[in-house]
Nanobody, 120 residues
Framework: QVQLVESGGGLVQPGGSLRLSCAAS????????MGWYRQAPGKQRGLVAA???????NYADSVKGRFTISRDNAKNTVYLQMNSLKPEDTAVYYC??????????????WGQGTQVTVSS
């Protein structure tokens, strides 16, 4: 019913930058909060950044000042600009969106994940 497609991951050197995108499509009535989570092997998935429908943002302490989350409501898309990347940022990054659908199926949706690897 709703699909979140992520892009922008890849391999980058420490200190480099990446920009992740996540576009939602399907039977969408409205999208409330959107966010990015990440998960490294053997670790729990944790919140990286979130943005509400009124553009209020929240960041994990580990990324504050380096990452910027934004959204384009007309495109149902959320972005994560990642600067000054560190090896500890290496993880699979997942897009999340709280979506009110036009029919059954409202709730949290997840993207498939995109790998971000920060290594020399």
């Amino acid at each position: 019913q709703v699909q979140l497609v992520e892009s922008g991951g890849g391999l980058v050197q420490p200190g480099g930058s990446l920009r992740l995108s996540c576009a939602a499509s399907g039977s969408i009535f409205s999208i409330n909060a959107m966010g990015w989570y990440r998960q490294a092997p053997g670790k729990q998935r944790g919140l990286v950044a979130a943005i509400t429908s009124d553009d209020s943002t929240n960041y994990a302490d580990s990324v504050k000042g380096r990452f910027t989350i934004s959204r384009d409501n007309a495109k149902n898309t959320v972005y994560l600009q990642m600067n000054s990347l560190k090896p500890e940022d290496t993880a699979v990054y997942y897009c999340n969106a709280d979506i009110l659908t036009t029919g059954p199926g409202s709730g949290d949706y997840w993207g498939q994940g995109t790998q971000v690897t920060v290594s020399s």
